[in-house]
């Protein structure tokens, strides 16, 4: 049972332009969020997270949005550049337990 | 990067037969982790230590087994290989199990 959900399998944005990579899970008792990238033949590299006490992190570029009652974040990118393409991971933890993975997001700029 | 390699990064094998994947960091982290990585399942968490020799089952673990007697190796075995697991496996690390820096993956093909 899939407890987080990334139901958009791919995402093509123009450069300069905004994209908004979606994420919702099941478990209300998750109290840590966090968006990792991959890029192919590579591991997954951290890029931002959220603790449930805020709704909002920002770092450069990118913006998490945390929406507890709708059980969605959302990783925003603005402005989205070529070597933003990858694949976009959301996951999820409680507490010291350990992490689920949503099945990612394919994110493709094009120039 | 956080200093994690693994061992090796490709590799074909027969059903049935041993095989051992192994994860080295250098940056004395507490924990260490497992994943498989499968289309339309994301990264999926298989076994992970906690500490030298204090290991747990994650949400796959079935055909798996682990260990770690030093602080930097952590061993994934799979006692006979089956085509179910031909996979992509990445290793993690975390110091304080929260975000975590994932090793650049063995791809395993069980034919």
């Known amino acids: 049972d899939q407890q987080v959900k990334q139901n958009s399998p791919s995402l093509s944005v123009q450069e300069g332009r905004i994209s908004i990579l979606n994420c919702d899970y099941t478990n209300s008792m998750f109290d840590y969020f966090l968006w990792y990238k991959k890029y192919p033949a590579e591991g997954p590299t951290f890029l931002i997270s959220i603790s449930s006490i805020k709704d909002k992190n920002e770092d450069g570029r990118f913006t998490v949005f945390l929406n507890k009652s709708a059980k969605h974040l959302s990783l925003h990118i603005v402005p989205s550049q070529p070597g933003d393409s990858a694949v976009y991971f959301c996951?999820?933890?409680?507490?010291?337990?350990?992490?689920?993975f949503g099945t990612g997001t394919r994110l493709t700029v094009i120039p | 990067d956080a200093g994690i390699t693994q061992s090796p990064r490709h590799k074909v094998t027969e059903t049935g037969t041993p095989v051992t994947l192994r994860c080295h960091q250098t940056e004395n982290h507490r924990y260490m982790y497992w994943y498989r990585q499968d289309p339309g399942h994301g990264l999926r968490l298989i076994h992970y230590s906690y500490g030298v020799k204090d290991t747990d089952k994650g949400e796959v673990s079935d055909g798996y087994s682990v260990s770690r007697s030093k602080t930097e190796d952590f061993l994934l075995t799979l006692e006979s290989a089956t085509s179910s697991q031909t996979s992509v496996y990445f290793c993690?690390?975390?110091?304080?199990?929260?975000?975590?820096?994932f090793g650049p993956g063995t791809r395993l093909t069980v034919t």
């Open positions: 993690a690390i975390s110091l304080d199990s929260e975000q975590q820096y």
């Open positions: 996951a999820a933890k409680t507490g010291a337990n350990n992490l689920f």
